[in-house]
T-cell receptor, first 113, second 113 residues
């Protein structure tokens, strides 16, 4: 059974500083997704990582994938209040294209001045 | 933009009732998914459908059934609601293909009294 572990589960950030969220998974997969969820809202797709060494960046967020280590990281540069949200990673469980995802528990991020 | 619409944001039902949650997507997506989201557990897959009238069980199908009579609509049915089904329910859809992120609806917060 595929397990996806995120850490930390809660992250208090100071504005202007850099932080990293880690996503470990237990079996082979080369497709990993990052989502963001604002309080009371639905999930928004941030990144799709499809191969070993993939790196995607959008604004202050950068995600990378190391399939050999079964690890993805979401790096936040110079945190700002707008980045307060819960971040989920999700790993594709199948080799076909149905997109059955296994989600991590989520990392709740709070950015304070 | 992809639009996934869930029929209710909030719903209160009684134990033993049959409950229907509706989801409609407007982008002709082949795949549709139902998840429940509980604090600390992330999202757990209940059922998914990869075509009209086709469905497969996810991780926690017990107590639920689904219906997909038309491509755009995917219904989740609680056959006899119980208090442990109180949760946030999220519907998602995506195109067939290995790198298609899922697009989520706003969720239905269901309370079973």
């Amino acid at each position: 059974e595929l397990k996806v572990e995120q850490n930390p589960l809660f992250l208090s950030m100071q504005e202007g500083k850099n932080y990293t969220i880690y996503c470990n998974y237990s079996t082979t997969s080369d497709r990993l997704y990052w989502y963001r969820q604002d309080p009371g809202k639905s999930l928004e797709s941030l990144f799709v990582l499809l191969s070993n060494g993939a790196v995607k960046q959008e604004g202050r967020l950068m995600a990378s994938l190391d399939t050999k280590a079964r690890l993805s990281t979401l790096h936040i540069t110079a945190a700002v209040h707008d980045l307060s949200a819960t971040y989920f990673c999700a790993v594709d469980r199948t080799t076909d294209s149905w997109g059955k995802l296994q989600f991590g528990a989520g990392t709740q991020v709070v950015v304070t001045p | 933009d992809v639009k996934v619409t869930q029929s209710s944001r909030y719903l209160v039902k009684r134990t033993g009732e049959k409950v229907f949650l509706e989801c409609v997507q407007d982008m002709d997506h082949e795949n549709m998914f139902w998840y429940r989201q509980d604090p600390g557990l992330g999202l757990r897959l209940i059922y998914f459908s990869y075509d009209v009238k086709m469905k497969e069980k996810g991780d926690i199908p017990e107590g639920y059934s689904v219906s997909r009579e038309k491509k755009e609509r995917f219904s989740l049915i609680l056959e006899s609601a119980s208090t442990n089904q109180t949760s946030m329910y999220l519907c998602a859809s995506n195109l067939e293909g290995p790198n298609q992120p899922q697009h989520f609806g706003d969720g239905t917060r269901l309370s079973i009294l």
